[in-house]
DNA sequence: CTTTAGCACTCTAAGTTAAAGAGTGCTAAG
DNA sequence: CTTAGCACTCTTTAACTTAGAGTGCTAAAG
């Protein structure tokens, strides 16, 4: 794509990346020459700089400020010259003991552990799409009569998920029609995802049903409404007051903004669904986001899996200036972390 | 308490309250003067006005400025003064179209709608604490073996919650052994709320029934886990962006500090609980708040029941310079619609 | 005794100007 | 190709000025 640069200009630009991610001022020649090993002048790096600008990898703010880095810069430094932080200990060890942390039967509290950990260790926001319900493989179906007027189904996948739902039952069902029903409806669905059973599927066994039982509408819709219901999935938040540390938000609308967008979870879903990428970390910076809201933020996602089977998301949104290297680091550790002891339970 | 004002200064209170409550400006003199309903000249308002902030109802930010209500001012408006506000007709349709929306089974789903309401409607950060497990009733307890070495457990309550959990059962048990076991707990527990059943008495069932059978022991860890578990509740939150728009939080740092307290979820409980009283609203300005972080602020509650118990609080959270009468109106609409709404189901 | 007009006074908010500082681009010399 | 030197640009900060709002006080009027 765009053709790579000369050593000297990796450097340089290196430089005036890491800088600016630090210290979130734009970044002068003098700097630069302080900082680069082989000793030049800060007039020729300010050659070098000029020429970087032309390339579209770096910008004046204005005419007399230093340079920061373009999202094409940040771009540039994220494939070619960063090189992995090796996390302090402390980190590593704030991940294992959070996350692996024994008995968490509950996958929902590994979850928001995780979001705590992403976003205090990157000090970002974190967003974690919970365990994805629809990619998870129907595993039991119960029904439990609660009395005469109530029922309470329950569906466990393989994932280890339990949803359930009180139904209204109003005829009265028998146990052994119940127990018919639901070891056919076991049958019929065990091991398929829960985004397998559509609606077509569903409709087919409620005439299959139909030839034998002649009550169980109920039953039937209940178990529609619960899947439908389930499709929507919680997105856990986490940090998101980090984003007011950061410079780029000093200003209250564009908190404002954001916030405006944190509230909106339906959204969140849909941004980092549509960023979860079968294998490891995707990294999406500025325009590089589909979703107009955040085209000024960077957004890395990562996914997780049970059982080689990926059922989330988690995410770190902060703005384009933003500790690649760390970051990335944090979530590859909290990734296999999550995999290890979601696969264990 | 303090001792009532003449008419003539509880006038010109009122007008600076509601002044100050729309424009967010200090009040001067004249503006108050072209408020009051019998003519009198803006230097007979000073006069009263430098009364009534020897008195300390009102200050000046400086010498030279308008005054605004200290909270001895707001309370005395509060207590005395403030006439309910007519909520307009479509306020009213939101409240009674939003919640008592037909065919709403999950509670949760009620308390999140009622947040979006709440906030809406006041302009506001409300926060609605869930329904408290722990003030319901035990109804129902059920055991539903799930394979060989897992089951899983229901409990029931007369509110209508269901609380599920994956347990371990080292030891393979019969169904009638549980079936016994079940039916036992239930007799003993049954009507008791959740509150009730301590360890001690989970301590006296296990003795008495280890009389009977001895392979019941991860039975009880799951009962006592799970009860342990669900006392901790869930508070949400809805609108924090709006604290944004109330001038007094131009300062980023105080944004800073509220969104940090929203972020902590306990703190947030225990604010809500310890002003959860009884019957109807509850209105606490400033200092009167117990809790640090919020002694600027003032927190209206209300509490909402099931059937004539209650178990959950609403609160509106929101500088000391908020809309009371408007506030208090929205909440008293929206806990009896809860109320109605909760209680039909 | 209460009310009001008048006025000097105080304080803030907003705008203007000036100075300092950082960093650049260009030129010319090494 | 590199670098020292320098004029130039632009921002940031502080100091100063001005306009305006509102007060408190005094003295006169009701």
Known sequence: MSASLNERKEHILGAVVVNYIKTAEPVGSRTVAR????????ATIRNEMADLEDMGYLVQPHTSAGRIPTQ???RYYV??????????????????????AGKMREIEQIIINSTRVLSSATNQTSLIMGPQFKKSAFHQLRILPLDEKRGLVVLITDTGFIKNKVIDLHHQLSHSELQQVVSYLNHKLYGLTIDQVTTSLINELKRDLFKRLEILEQAFILLEESLKEERQIRVFLGGTTNILNQPEFKDVDKIRR????????PLLFKIL?????????????????????????TLITGTYRIHDKTIGTLGVLGPTRMDYSRVISVMQRLVNHLNQSLSSS
């Open 35 to 42: 900082f680069y090993p082989g000793g030049l002048s800060s």
């Open 273 to 297: 669904e549509d960023n979860s990428s079968e294998d490891s970390i995707v990294v999406r910076i500025g325009s590089e986001n589909e979703f107009e809201d955040i085209k000024e933020c």
């Open 258 to 265: 954001m916030l405006k967008l944190f509230e909106q979870e």
């Open 79 to 100: 494939d070619h010259l960063m090189d992995m932080n090796i996390l302090s200990q402390d980190v590593e060890e704030t991940i294992s003991s959070s996350i692996s």
């Open 72 to 74: 094409k810069g940040y």
